[in-house]
């Protein structure tokens, strides 16, 4: 059914499709609205029989989906930002105890300084955590990706959790093809757990593991990922066969054949890099993107056959490890191995900044002009830091950077320069 719905209320309306048996969460913008609708279902009885259980934080949010899951629910939470930093803990329990909980995660800047704005700096802080991670590229993906992330982790035993760009895919409005309940019942069985704590049954979920059995334990982790690689594109070609359109795998190719250069991304800002490509193809410029679906687990296998036949890759992402550089791009490292591709990484849209297609347009004609610098920082004001790296070797008491830098592009004033 088509509606002109807000992608977060348009993943609630999935979610709850989904059959949750316990549902819990802590509000953070911007999942807010997903779960207060699914909280509005629960009290309504819309969604039944189903628990809604309010929590004091996030970590007692991921905390009850642990619970709730061993004991034999289906468990569903969402999340973003400093929320999934305060409940990490129990995030990698969740995965080290194999247990198929589906979380949302409305992608959000890490602060210092507090930012509420969209980057990847979230997920990629858990993306060794043992959880799949699905990135949406369109709130169409987002919902599509729920309804295969509860088949998928029913089936590997594996939390899932489902990535969407918060603010501009949470908040847009826009024409979604809602699923009927009939159509998400046919292709999700009810869940049958594994492994369930039941009092009549007593065994111990979690104990102590020593070494003489932690490394076995953590590679099955490993080799449940792996598992998870070749479920993944099955699910999608199955659920594709069920609802008559595409979504999900493990990769998503946009005009590749014949391209010399190819960008990588994930997220929403792949609708703009097509734009941008359309663009240049139309030009004669021959050049195509990679998305990536499926970030953990990452298949090196299937980037590194799109990539084959390509002169250079242009990764553009929406976070980087300080001190080295591009996360993404070093995992497209890993798969081209030791190819003689040029590479490029590029670092956009951290903390909510705009990623223009004009911007993006001038960056890909550098690249294809090899001018690019092996780490970039896309529309980047280098005069602004360079002077509070100035101020704090004048001035050992130089104050707070970020305020200092606030002053200097004239948003706030602070300090005594």
């Known amino acids: 059914m088509l509606d002109q719905i807000e992608g977060s209320r348009a993943v609630a309306g999935a979610v709850a499709a989904c059959r949750p048996e316990v549902i819990c969460a802590y509000p953070i913008s911007p999942q807010t609205h997903i779960v207060e609708d699914l909280s509005v279902a629960v009290k309504t009885g819309a969604l039944a029989p189903c628990e809604f259980i309010n929590v004091e934080s996030e970590f007692a949010a991921m905390s009850v989906s642990i619970g709730a899951s061993a004991a034999g629910a289906r468990a569903y939470t969402a999340t973003a930002s400093q929320g999934l930093l305060y409940m990490i803990e129990a995030v990698y329990n969740a995965a080290g105890l194999g247990l198929p909980i589906v979380m949302t995660l409305a992608n959000r800047a890490i602060g210092a300084p507090i930012n509420i704005w969209n980057d990847h700096s979230d997920a990629m802080a858990v993306r060794d955590s043992g959880w799949i991670q699905l990135h949406a590229a369109t709130n169409q993906d987002a919902v599509d990706l729920h309804i295969q992330a509860f088949r998928l982790a029913e089936e590997v035993s594996l939390p899932v959790m489902v990535c969407m760009d918060g603010y501009i895919l949470t908040h847009a409005v826009e024409r979604i093809d809602l699923p009927s309940q009939g159509e998400v019942d046919a292709f999700l069985p009810p869940f049958v757990p594994r492994q369930i704590l039941d009092p009549s049954e007593p065994v111990s979920i979690g104990a102590m593991v020593g070494p003489d059995a932690f490394a076995e334990v953590r590679y099955l982790a490993h080799a449940k990922q792996l598992l998870a690689l070749e479920r993944i594109p099955i699910v999608a070609s199955e659920f594709k066969e069920a609802f008559g359109r595409g979504s999900g795998g493990l990769v998503d190719p946009y005009k590749l054949d014949g391209a010399e250069t190819c960008v990588v991304a994930m ?11 359309d663009e240049l193809s139309d030009r004669g410029i021959p050049i195509g993107l990679l998305g990536i679906t499926a970030f953990r687990p990452f298949s090196i296998e299937a980037v590194s056959a799109a990539l084959e036949g390509v002169e250079r890759v242009v990764v553009v992402e929406k976070a980087f490890a300080v001190g080295i550089g591009g996360i993404l791009s070093a995992d497209v490292a890993t798969a081209l191995g030791h190819r003689p591709i040029r590479r490029y990484g590029v670092v956009a849209g951290l903390g909510g900044r705009p990623i223009p297609k004009a911007s993006l347009i001038g ?33 050992p008491r130089s104050g707070p950077a970020a305020e200092n830098m606030l002053a200097d592009i004239g948003i706030v004033r602070a300090g005594p320069f």
Do not use: H, N
């Open 267 to 277: 997220g929403s800002v792949i609708g703009t890099i097509k734009d941008a490509i």
């Open 363 to 395: 960056l890909f004609e550098q690249a294809v002009a090899d001018e690019l610098e092996p780490l970039s920082f896309l529309d980047l004001e280098r005069s602004v830091v360079e002077r509070e790296l100035e101020r704090m070797r004048l001035d």
